[in-house]
């Protein structure tokens, strides 16, 4: 984490938190989940001495995304999206672009990598520099992403949390898209002993106890 900028904010109604994430040595940042407070987000930026040059977005739901168009008409940046979100989740910027599993995108002289995790909805992202992960609402600290709304699915959020988030290294810190569990951050490993979405004995069990399916 050496050369690794972080830097998290709990922003607006929803407990969301919104990143800064980058390079520590050039001050080049993307912005993950714009959606509250664009002035905050700018005034953060301009205090610390950061360069914006990429917006990321976990997913398409509007409290994780709804200020990426203006953020990106401001500063003329681009916006990326996974490849596979639901088209009624796909916002309407004119510099979006589509990402897909294993896409890697420089920030600097730092390389942040976008893992897909469906379920919460189709497109939901993951994003890891280094040892940190940026899980938006994917996994929570104790928790997980609904799926009931549109384009949510149980069974592909089982597969996601026990056949990718399960088999990545237990050292990985875990920053999730929203501030509803006991801490801001927590170890992967940690997660795998305490998060009872991680905790389950096959898929029926999750989606019967878990999901309630």
Not at 76 to 85: A, L, M
Not at 111 to 118: D, M, W
Not at 160 to 182: A, M
């Amino acid at each position: 984490m050496q050369n690794i900028y972080l830097k998290q904010m709990e922003i607006g109604p929803m407990q969301n938190f919104q990143y800064f994430i980058g390079c520590q040595r050039t001050r080049q940042i993307a912005v993950v989940d714009p959606a509250w407070d664009m002035e905050r987000l700018l005034s953060e930026a301009e205090n610390d001495e950061l360069e914006i040059r990429h917006i990321l977005l976990t997913h398409g739901h509007p409290d994780h995304m709804e200020g990426a168009a203006e953020l990106s008409r401001r500063l003329e940046i681009p916006v990326y999206i996974s490849e596979n979100e639901a088209p009624f989740y796909m916002p309407h910027i004119q510099r979006l672009r589509h990402i897909i599993d294993g896409q890697k995108i420089p920030i600097g002289k730092v390389e942040l990598q976008c893992i897909a995790t469906p379920g919460h909805t189709p497109g939901c992202m993951c994003f890891r520099i280094g040892n940190i992960l940026l899980t938006g609402d994917t996994l929570f600290i104790d928790g997980c992403g609904r799926c009931d709304l549109p384009g949510g699915d149980p069974q592909r959020m089982y597969d996601t949390l026990y056949h990718v988030i399960k088999r990545l290294p237990d050292d990985l810190i875990i920053y999730p898209g929203h501030s509803y569990g006991p801490s801001s951050f927590c170890t992967l490993g940690k997660q795998k002993q305490t998060n009872p979405y991680l905790t389950c004995k096959s898929k029926k069990d999750f989606l019967e106890h878990r999901m309630g399916y």
